[in-house]
């Protein structure tokens, strides 16, 4: 069993409405998750950081931790076109030297 | 400030030639990672090094080397390149606390022919 688990998708969602995309981890010692946003034939790009349960909003994102039910989730409001990517989840846990991160979840934000 | 720098950025190799990728960060940081990313494979981890002199495996080494130089460079090796590893390659670092994210550089498209 994977550590990080996403699904792979596509994700279609239509321009202007919510993108949820979700993550979950099996480490129950796993204390910091981040969100990455990939474009197609770019780099890894860090958009989202979260360490405790509940929510943390930045702009039109907002992350999701629940450690309880071992889950992270992303929420893109007003999705834009440029919205459009792969989405990797990763966590970390406490001491650990590396990140693990999810297969990633391809979204298309229809115009 | 350039964060993570990778040399290459385009490659195409013959098949037993050897070739080294090139990975420097300038933002002081202790842990650097190497990574290979496929169609649909997601990022595969090949190596790592927590910090200066220490290096070790991730889920696929077979087939490469690296080398610590100093703080800010982290190379890796291809001894005799083979078709299947053809991928990009993604350089990244972070600091050495469990709490901070990694930075990526923009790759290395590695062709084996």
């Known amino acids: 069993q994977k550590e990080v688990e996403q699904n792979s998708g596509p994700l279609s969602v239509p321009e202007g409405a919510i993108a949820s995309l979700n993550c979950t981890y099996s480490d129950r010692g796993s204390q910091s998750f981040f969100w990455y946003r990939q474009y197609s034939g770019k780099s890894p790009e860090l958009i989202m950081s979260?360490?405790?349960?509940g929510d943390k909003e930045d702009g039109r994102f907002t992350a999701q931790l629940n450690k309880a039910s071992q889950y992270v989730s992303l929420l893109i409001r007003d999705s834009q076109p440029s919205d459009s990517a792969t989405y990797l989840c990763?966590?970390?846990?406490?001491?650990?030297?590396?990140?693990?991160f999810g297969q990633g979840t391809r979204l298309t934000i229809n115009p | 400030n350039a964060g993570v720098t990778q040399t290459p950025k385009f490659q195409v190799l013959k098949t037993g030639q050897s070739m080294t990728l090139q990975c420097a960060q300038d933002m002081n940081h202790n842990s650097m990672y190497w990574y290979r990313q496929d169609p649909g494979m997601g990022l595969r981890l090949i190596y790592y090094s927590a910090s200066e002199g220490t290096t070790d495996k991730g889920e696929v080494p077979n087939g490469y080397n690296v080398s610590r130089l100093n703080k800010r460079e982290f190379s890796l090796r291809l001894e005799s390149a083979a078709p299947s590893q053809t991928s990009v390659y993604f350089c990244?670092?972070?600091?050495?606390?469990?709490?901070?994210?990694?930075?990526f550089g923009d790759g290395t498209r590695l062709s084996i022919l």
């Open positions: 979260i360490y405790s349960n």
């Open positions: 990763a966590g970390n846990s406490q001491g650990a030297q590396k990140l693990v």
């Open positions: 990244a670092s972070r600091l050495r606390e469990a709490a901070q994210p990694q930075h």
